[in-house]
């Protein structure tokens, strides 16, 4: 797992639009020179936000990220709470759940 | 000449971006609210405006994060999102070159900012600029503080960069307006999205707007993240304001708009 690199492609995707151009076009030429797992490729590549989310990348980033990806806000979310359904608490970072994720509003 | 207004609002991305998901009557009252702080921003002939604002990733990463960085650019860009899910267009919002350079050397003289000629805006400022300046032919200079990637600065260092702020707008010629946004309470871009906590907020506020010094900066970061969430870290920029202005606050608006993230803030300080 190296959450430092799967943020910092999304860092560079979320405001360089020649990347998004490109990771659109070719997700993989995208990715070629980050450090990421074949794991990690295939979250960014098939747009697991769920994954993202459970694995510790800041909410921020995977918010602007969902946004690129043209997520409409509930789609996002219930992404989210897909992840936790499927794996459970957020393994690290700022943006763990609380309450199981009730409280919010859609 | 002097800083000549401040003022704090909520940036919440959902304040544009899902305006016709939240209930009318709140949204058209924080809309009328924003308005009302774009008139009294506009009376004060501000020749540039600082917006002191929490910074997203936009500009920066974990590979250098500033605490503190100014922005001396001559353009901006905005937003970074996509503009309709944001809901503003993208757009070019003019900066302040030579004023920020002389406010950033000021600056320093006491909190060693970072600067940048770059700069990338995303909904924490664009939401803020959409209402205050909505033609963008208003100087723009950012000031975003690390909220997002700790280590976080210490609140007692946000207060003398909003000192420092201060001090620096009153030794340039030019009329300067200063704009805080930031928190309070809530829990972003989690399921949790529209989690408030309704009674810290005004607790806040309060302390706000008796410009309470130790009150202000009383709070542990383990208490904000467990009482009002990550997005409480926020306050940073709230507090910046505070310690610029030096005067009493009134709040203008303040209701808990849950489809918005945020309970909704406009207000203003008076400078002394």
């Known amino acids: 797992m190296s959450l430092y690199g799967v943020q910092k492609i999304l860092y560079r995707i979320n405001r360089d639009r020649e990347l998004q151009d490109q990771f659109k076009a070719d997700a993989d030429a995208a990715m070629a020179g980050f450090p990421l797992t074949d794991e ?67 | 000449m002097a800083l000549v207004f401040a003022g704090i609002c909520s940036h919440a991305p959902g304040i544009t971006g899902r305006a016709d998901r939240a209930d009318p009557e709140l949204k058209d009252g924080l809309y009328a609210a924003m308005d009302r702080l774009r008139l009294a921003m ?83 400022i664009m939401v803020p600029l959409h209402f205050l300046t909505p033609r963008y032919d208003m100087k723009v200079i950012p000031a975003n503080i690390n909220c997002q990637g700790p280590p976080l600065t210490p609140l007692h260092r946000a207060w003398a960069f909003g000192e420092a702020i201060r001090r620096a707008a009153d030794a340039v010629p030019e009329r300067i307006a200063v704009v805080g946004t930031g928190g309070i309470s809530h829990w972003p871009a989690t399921p949790n999205s529209g989690k408030i906590n309704e009674a810290w907020d005004r607790d806040y506020l309060d302390r706000w707007t008796r410009n309470d010094r130790e009150a202000l900066s009383a709070y542990t970061d383990e208490e904000t993240l467990r009482d009002a969430g990550q997005g409480g870290f926020e306050i940073r920029t709230f507090n910046a304001v505070a310690a610029a202005a030096g005067g009493q606050g009134d709040i203008w608006y303040m209701q808990p708009i849950p489809i918005f993230a945020v309970s909704c803030t406009v207000g203003v300080m008076d400078i002394v």
Not at chain 1, 85 to 94: D, E, P
Not at chain 2, 79 to 88: Q, R, Y
């Open chain 1, 40 to 106: 990690e490729r295939g979250w960014l590549r098939d747009g697991e936000i769920g994954e993202l989310y459970i694995h510790g990348v800041n909410g921020q980033i995977l918010m602007h990220f969902a946004a690129f990806l043209g997520l409409e806000w509930n789609e996002y979310i219930d992404a989210m709470k897909d992840g936790l359904a499927q794996h459970g608490q957020v393994k690290g970072g700022l943006y763990k759940v609380v309450d199981g994720g009730s409280g919010g509003a859609v």
């Open chain 2, 42 to 124: 506009e009376a004060s002939k501000p020749d540039a405006l600082i917006v002191i604002a929490a910074e997203h990733f936009a500009n920066f990463f974990m590979d250098n994060m500033p605490a503190y960085a100014i922005g001396m650019g001559e353009e901006y860009e905005g937003p970074i999102e996509d503009p309709d899910w944001l809901n503003i267009p993208h757009t070019k919002i003019p900066g302040a070159p030579d004023i920020g350079k002389r406010i950033v050397s000021e600056v320093m003289q006491t909190v060693d900012t970072a600067y940048a000629e770059e700069w990338k805006m995303d909904h924490g």
